[in-house]
């Protein structure tokens, strides 16, 4: 198991980014299995347009990456793990993700379906999403489900929705192939260029359900959006983590009004 990150714990008054990923294959019973999740986490008074602009978001993260095929079982019960530190955290945080529910759903059924006893608090997160719409203030935000803003095209996938709110989400990681693909190639290759571009996109998704909910605070029409490169924040933040951040590459997604003019 892969493990980078300087998260130890959830500090309370923040906001907390969640996304999980999975290889495919709904022609049989479980075939989704999970191979990686980041938990990200900002200071809810840590944001702003000024700073999200220059690129100056200070997060924290912690992320498991899966080397083998067999390690997924793993990766449940650390999610489990990660789920009670969270779960404590949401009387004054809120757990931010895109469709969540399916990466919960996919921990806990795989889980399930291979009697790993460590699922309560994957259990109770998904009760949680359930009735997060019960809750006052807000504990859980489904990007995907839960804004609703009057510029957003028709399309409810994150990139569009990143797209609709001017938020520069570009990434080049998948090079024009399907995520299943490239990790079942990690597994039998353990080519390391691929863990670090499925890695940093991982992590790019749970900042940006992080940021989609606070712009979504912060916004009320189309008038008010402004254009801001996340990839910034993720250069800033990675580049001693991932050779990938700091390729050459990767800093074409930084040229407009970024570190590399």
Not at 129 to 149: L, S
Not at 203 to 223: D, F, G, P, Q, T
Request: aromatic share 12%; proline share 2%.
């Amino acid at each position: 198991m892969k493990k980078k990150g300087n998260l130890s714990d959830i500090v309370g008054n923040c906001l907390i980014g969640f996304d999980a990923e999975w290889t495919k294959n709904y022609k049989i019973t479980n075939g989704n299995v999970p191979f990686c999740f980041s938990v990200i986490t900002v200071g809810d008074q840590e944001l702003s347009f000024s700073k999200l602009n220059k690129g100056n978001i200070k997060f924290k993260y912690i992320q498991y990456y899966c080397e083998n095929r067999e390690d997924f079982k793993e990766l449940v019960m650390l999610a489990d793990f990660w789920f009670e530190k969270i779960l404590k955290a949401l009387d004054n945080s809120v757990l931010c993700g895109h469709q969540v529910s399916s990466d919960f759903s996919v921990l806990y059924n795989i889980g399930s379906a291979n009697a790993i006893d460590s699922l309560i608090h994957i259990e109770r997160m998904r009760q949680e999403w359930r009735k997060r719409k019960e809750n006052n203030p807000v504990h859980i935000m489904d990007t995907r489900y839960d804004i609703v803003q009057t510029f957003l095209g028709k399309s409810r996938r994150l990139v569009d929705m990143c797209n609709d709110f001017e938020l520069d989400v570009t990434q080049p990681e998948l090079k024009k192939s399907s995520m299943t693909k490239l990790q079942n190639i990690f597994f039998e290759t353990k080519d390391e260029d691929i863990y670090e571009r499925i890695s940093v996109m991982n992590l790019r998704h749970s900042l940006c359900a992080i940021v989609l909910y606070w712009l979504n605070r912060k916004i009320n029409n189309a008038e008010q959006r402004k254009p801001i490169n996340i990839n910034k924040s993720v250069y800033n933040c990675l580049k001693s983590d991932f050779n990938w951040v700091a390729s050459k590459e990767f800093s074409v997604l930084l040229k407009e009004g970024g570190l590399y003019d």
